[in-house]
């Protein structure tokens, strides 16, 4: 019995904001994607994620190298996301810890 590759990867708005998933998981490709730039191999990565399939982790990968500059400019954006809520995060604690008063 075959596999279709493209049953692999799914996408819909209301799991992980609409990002490219494996099938039945709330793994996005982008995840995939970012242990590999790591250095990790298939293998590795399929051993971290041992509830995926060497197909499934083969899949992303696949889906990475034939969209390249598309999951490049995803992660670029991730990273600017992440980035700015940290900035966020950081000079909300801070404020507030400037607020409260210092016990001696």
């Keep these: ?53 060497m197909a499934q982790v083969y899949a992303a990968l696949f889906h990475y190298h034939t969209n390249q500059e598309e999951i490049e400019a995803d992660l670029a954006t991730e990273k600017e996301q992440a980035e700015a809520l940290e900035r966020e995060h950081r000079s909300h604690y801070s404020q507030s810890d400037a607020d409260k008063p210092v016990h001696r």
Excluded: W
Excluded at 2 to 11: G, K, N, Q, R
Excluded at 34 to 40: A, D, E, H, R
């Design 1 to 53: 019995m075959s596999t279709e590759i493209a049953t692999l990867l799914v996408s819909s708005s209301d799991v992980c904001g609409g990002r490219l998933c494996i099938e039945g998981t709330r793994i996005t490709v982008n995840q995939i994607v970012t242990l590999y730039k790591q250095g990790f191999n298939a293998e590795e990565i399929a051993d971290h994620y041992p509830h995926l399939t």
